[in-house]
């Protein structure tokens, strides 16, 4: 996949899937603004290590509807331009029902739709009318099994990525006729610092024995996904959401 003159903003881009997202872009010739919420050092070192020249670095918290305006303006000043957005910044907490206070209750799920969906709803707002403009881009969201399966112990989690989903479907409606295409990637777990405290754990075993492959997905799987979703070829694939989850759930 040649990503050579296209530029691209991904969001979380510290670590995890977003910094193995961002090394493929760059690698495939992309440039690439790489957005942070707190990790400014591992987002300059990260930023530092990507090949070819024109990166740039962005911050907002993204709960904050007025920085991630700001964010994307800057993002464009540093880039020129986006031709692709990655929205894969996300937060997760565990909150089980039957042992979570009300008033934890609800500061959880605040803050989890603050940041998965209505964060991404607003990045996506702003990126959009650059893209209608120009009448060309891609947007591709990052979203979880979970949205499907269940998060019995994280129902915000799961219902924000259930969210996601429904928003890259409809946008993807409504932003056809300008050759704007919106895709969705739904891994499993993925060996990422999130995941770490897991897949360490006594559950890390059963977890892995939950695809038939006996393991979890590498970042760098995911990024392949986005990849192949972002390229100009696959427009085709616009409202479609790719699983990434080694046989772990079926749908």
């Known amino acids: 996949m040649n990503f050579q003159n296209k530029t691209v903003l991904i969001t979380g881009a510290s670590g995890g899937i977003g910094r193995t997202t961002a090394i493929a872009f760059a ?17 300059q070192q990260i930023r530092e290590s ?6 740039g670095l962005v911050q907002a918290d993204l709960a904050d509807a007025i920085a991630v305006e700001q964010m994307v303006s ?15 910044a996300g937060v997760y907490q565990e909150h089980p029902l039957d042992q979570t206070s009300y008033s ?28 209608i403009e120009r009448r060309s881009g891609r947007i591709v969201n990052v979203s979880s099994r979970g ?8 129902t915000a989690y799961g219902a924000s990525k259930a969210g996601l989903n429904a928003l890259g479907q409809s946008l993807a409606q409504h932003l056809a006729p300008y050759n704007i295409g919106v895709m969705t990637v739904a891994p499993g777990f993925v060996e990422t610092d999130m995941a770490r405290e ?3 754990s006594p559950r890390g075993d059963s977890v892995r024995q939950q695809s038939p492959l006996n393991r979890v997905a590498r970042p760098e799987e995911v ?29």
């Open 27 to 43: 690698t495939a010739g992309a440039r690439v603004a790489l957005h942070y919420g707190q990790r400014q050092e591992s987002a």
């Open 198 to 200: 897991v897949l360490d």
């Open 223 to 251: 990024a392949h996904t986005i990849l192949f979703l972002a390229a100009d070829e696959s427009l085709f694939l616009t409202g479609g959401i790719v699983d990434v989850n080694g046989a772990s759930y079926l749908r």
């Open 50 to 55: 990507l090949p070819g020249e024109g990166h």
């Open 104 to 131: 934890d209750w609800q500061t959880v799920w605040q803050q989890t739709l603050n940041v998965n969906l209505l964060g991404a709803a607003n990045i996506t707002y702003c990126v959009a009318r650059h893209m």
């Open 147 to 154: 949205a499907f399966r269940g998060e019995p112990n994280a």
């Open 74 to 88: 800057e993002a464009i000043a540093q880039l020129g331009h986006i031709d692709i957005l990655v929205n894969n």
